[in-house]
């Protein structure tokens, strides 16, 4: 049974959109976890009503609020599916008040990610392009399969779909699978990445990563990498159902960063696949 004395009080950023209202909910289902505040862009018309009540639960008694400052000082943690600079601008806060920051963020810039690093001296960040168990899974083997087979002989591609609303591409966690094969490789993925192909392209270049983009209806998001050799193809999937899966994997992320010395983990940390 949960314990609410002892029982870590986690911020949730960007509370009303679809994630935010996942992140509540499961929140709520978890042992160990409990909503300790609720934070929404300042103007929002939901800055004031019960963060339990939006996300489709009962009253919890906490009320959204355009304060993330108030917030943090009065938490262990803070749950971050937002946008870059609001990321950024969080991490900051997070490091002053020196608590843990899971991030699910995508579409980070390298100046971005400087920054959130930075904060990481002093606040304990769990960062990934995906919070899934499955998708960090597939990682792992995506890594071990690149690392397994020669590069002159196997071309690698990453597809990925996504619903009409995603602003980000390619995606976060596929960027996370591209640098798992890279490092699998032991190359550099901006050196060798293929983002677009349009016209008369020219060959294939040996050792490359590509990158497909889909977008389209609710898609929440479908992984393949394929693996393509002479007169064979391996392709390892992931597709996820519901966006649960994501705020769930954050939030036992945040249970794991708890207590742990300030900074930058990821979700293979986490599982113990680092």
């Known amino acids: 049974m949960s314990d609410a004395a002892t029982d870590m009080g986690l911020v949730v950023v960007g509370a009303a959109g679809r994630m ?13 976890a409990r909503v300790a ?23 919890i008694g ?23 600079a609001a990321t950024v601008e969080f991490a900051g806060y ?5 608590i843990v920051h899971v991030i699910g963020t995508t579409g980070c810039s390298p100046q971005d990610n400087e920054k959130i690093a930075a904060a990481a001296r002093h606040a304990t960040i769990v960062k990934s392009g995906n919070m899934s168990l499955g998708v960090n899974l597939l990682a792992v083997l995506v890594e071990q399969a690149a690392r397994a087979l020669d590069p002159e ?11 009409r609303h995603k602003v980000d ?13 890279a490092a699998g490789r032991e190359i550099a993925l901006a050196e060798n990445s293929v983002r677009t192909r349009d016209g008369h392209t020219g060959a ?49 992320a945040a249970l794991w960063a708890r207590g742990r010395k300030p900074g930058l983990y990821s979700m293979r940390d986490v599982l113990g696949f680092a």
């Open 20 to 32: 935010g209202q996942a992140l509540i909910r499961a929140v709520a289902t978890i042992p160990g």
């Open 37 to 59: 505040g609720a934070i929404e862009r300042a103007g929002s018309p939901h800055v004031g009503k019960d963060v339990g009540e939006l996300a489709g639960i009962s009253r």
């Open 62 to 84: 906490v009320a959204i609020s355009d304060d993330p400052l108030q917030a943090f000082a009065h938490a262990e943690g803070v749950l971050d599916f937002t946008a870059p």
């Open 94 to 98: 997070a490091a002053q008040a020196r």
């Open 153 to 163: 002989d196997f071309d690698i591609e990453i597809l990925e779909m996504h619903h």
């Open 169 to 181: 591409a390619p995606s976060g966690t596929a960027l996370l699978l591209g640098e798992a094969a």
């Open 204 to 252: 294939r270049r040996s050792g490359s990563i590509g990158f497909a983009t889909l977008r389209g209806g609710s898609v929440v998001g479908e992984h393949t990498v394929f693996l393509s050799g002479p007169g064979e193809r391996i392709a390892l999937s992931h597709h996820a159902e519901d966006r649960a899966i994501f705020a769930r994997g954050a939030v036992k």
